[in-house]
């Protein structure tokens, strides 16, 4: 199954999100679940980062949740929101 996961940061969290990337990183590359489209949300001018989009694909949701509550950018307190739900692919042109 496939699962969104959009997150939206704190007001002026660009300084901490940058000190915090490459923990991210990191910890992405060890996901029990499969990332399919990761990047971040930008501001209307196209360049300032405001947040995170995640499509993973998963056995459960609880999976996705679980391994999104321990990223560095959650734990860091970046994210406002989080918001995640399954997803059903209908057409991929890539």
């Known amino acids: 199954m496939n699962y969104i996961v ?3 940061d704190h ?8 000190a915090n990337y490459d923990a991210h990183k990191a910890y ?3 996901s029990p679940v ?3 489209v990761s990047g971040p949300v930008v501001a209307e001018d196209n360049q300032t980062m405001i947040g995170s989009f995640f499509l993973y694909e998963s ?3 609880e999976e996705v949740r679980s391994f999104n509550q321990a990223d560095p950018f959650n734990e860091a307190g970046i ?3 989080v918001d995640i739900r399954p997803f059903l692919k209908r057409v991929d042109n890539r």
């Open 6 to 8: 959009y997150c939206l």
């Open 11 to 18: 007001d002026g969290m660009v300084e901490k999100r940058l």
């Open 28 to 30: 992405l590359a060890t």
């Open 34 to 36: 499969k990332t399919l």
């Open 59 to 61: 056995d459960s949701i």
């Open 79 to 81: 994210w406002k929101t």
